[in-house]
C-alpha cells in the first residue's frame, strides 16, 4: 500500500516563500509522476505542476515563474517551491503520484497553508 | 488552455437513484480523462482513469464512458457513502485542468 506523507509550513507572511516535501513510502518514485495540486474556495481544485522520474518538468502557467518543483530520488521524495506568496495563494495543497495516463492514483494528506500577515 | 465544464454542479438524490454526471472539454482530448470523488477534509480519490477503467478497489456501480469532448460518470445505485463531491480532470494537454466539481447531496 502505497503512502504519500507530505509536510511544510502551514502559516506564511505575504512575501515569503512556500515550500512543502511529499514523501513515498511503499512505492517506487522511479516510472511515476509526482505532482502538486491546491484547492480553494476560490479557484476550486487547481493543478501546479509535475515532475517525472527524470526530473523534467512541467508548471502551470498561472504559477510558473514563481514555482519549482524538486525530487529527490534517493529519498523517495519531491517537493514544492513557490516564491512571493500572496493571500491568493491561500489554499490546501496536496501532493499526489500517478504514472502517464494514470494520474493521481495516491495522494497526500493535504497542507492548509495560509498566507496572512 | 482546456477548460473543464461538468454538468450540474450541484445535484440531489436519494439511496438507490441512477444518476449521471456531465463533464466537457473545451477542446478534443481522447480519452485523457479521470474522475475523482471527494469528501469533506480529505484527499480526492481517483475512480476512474483513462475515462472508462474502473480504479481497483472501487464498487462496480461506477463507471465512465466517453471520448473527445463530452464524458459522463455514471452511479447505477446511489449508496449513502456516494454523496460527496465529484471532478472531472483533464490530462492531455499542459496545464492539465479539473472541472469545477459536482455535489451530490441526499434528497
Known amino acids: 500500500q502505497v503512502e504519500l506523507q507530505q509536510w511544510g509550513a502551514g502559516l506564511l507572511k505575504p512575501s515569503e516563500p512556500l515550500s512543502l516535501t511529499c514523501a513515498v513510502y511503499?512505492?517506487?518514485?522511479?516510472?511515476?509522476?509526482g505532482s502538486w495540486i491546491r484547492q480553494s474556495p476560490e479557484k476550486g481544485l487547481e493543478w501546479i505542476g509535475d515532475i517525472n522520474h527524470s526530473g523534467s518538468t512541467n508548471y502551470n502557467p498561472s504559477l510558473k515563474s514563481r514555482v519549482t518543483i524538486l525530487r529527490d530520488t534517493s529519498k523517495n521524495q519531491f517537493s514544492l517551491q513557490v516564491n512571493s506568496m500572496t493571500a491568493a495563494d491561500t489554499a490546501t495543497y496536496f501532493c499526489?503520484?500517478?504514472?502517464?495516463?494514470?494520474?493521481?492514483?495516491?495522494w497526500g494528506q493535504g497542507t492548509l497553508v495560509t498566507v496572512s500577515s | 488552455d482546456i477548460q473543464m465544464t461538468q454538468s450540474p454542479s450541484s445535484l440531489s438524490a436519494s439511496v438507490g437513484d441512477r444518476v449521471t454526471i456531465t463533464c466537457r472539454a473545451s477542446?478534443?482530448?481522447?480519452?485523457?480523462l479521470a474522475w475523482f470523488q471527494q469528501r469533506p477534509g480529505k484527499a480526492p480519490q481517483r475512480l476512474i482513469y483513462?475515462?472508462?477503467n474502473l480504479q481497483s478497489g472501487v464498487p462496480s456501480r461506477f463507471s465512465g464512458s466517453g471520448s473527445g469532448t463530452e464524458f459522463t460518470l455514471t452511479i447505477s445505485s446511489l449508496q449513502p457513502e456516494d454523496f460527496a463531491t465529484y471532478y472531472c480532470f483533464q490530462h492531455n494537454r499542459y496545464p492539465y485542468s479539473f472541472g469545477q466539481g459536482t455535489k451530490l447531496e441526499i434528497k
Open positions: 499526489a503520484r500517478g504514472r502517464w495516463l494514470a494520474p493521481f492514483e495516491s
Open positions: 483513462v475515462a472508462s
Open positions: 511503499g512505492g517506487s518514485f522511479s516510472g511515476y509522476y
Open positions: 477542446q478534443g482530448i481522447m480519452n485523457a
